[in-house]
């Protein structure tokens, strides 16, 4: 797996605290994708079953269902100036997707 993280995303990292945990979230019901998240409110989260990686003076800490997937992640930042989130891009967030429907 290959974790690229911009500039702009290392740098909010590293405003709230230094480690970022990205999981995949699988979609429910029809149609629903699975996708990517990135947290960096990990109080309280059990992590140790995560995988920690230092990227550019950042911890990720990447789930077991994360560390699975053979992907390149790249996390990026969007929103205004003074609300930016992460958003993880992903080449396997699509597989698997939802659940299969019948009509």
């Known amino acids: 797996m290959e974790i690229t993280l911009t500039t702009e995303a290392v740098d909010l ?5 230094g480690t970022v945990a990205l ?15 990135a947290d960096m409110f990990l109080k309280g989260k059990d992590l140790s079953s995560y995988l920690p990686a230092e990227q550019d003076g950042v911890t990720v800490l990447v789930s077991p269902a994360m560390s699975r ?6 996390v990026d930042t969007k929103g205004a100036a003074f609300w930016r989130t992460l958003q993880v891009r992903t080449d396997a967030a699509g597989r ?3 659940s299969s429907c019948s009509t």
């Not at 990292?13 to 605290?17: A, D, E, L, N, S």
């Not at 999981?23 to 998240?37: A, F, I, Q, S, Y």
């Open 96 to 98: 698997g997707s939802g």
């Open 69 to 74: 997937s053979e992907a390149q992640v790249q």
């Open 23 to 37: 999981d995949l979230v699988r979609g429910v019901g029809c149609g629903k994708p699975t996708e990517v998240v």
């Open 13 to 17: 990292v590293r405003r709230k605290g």
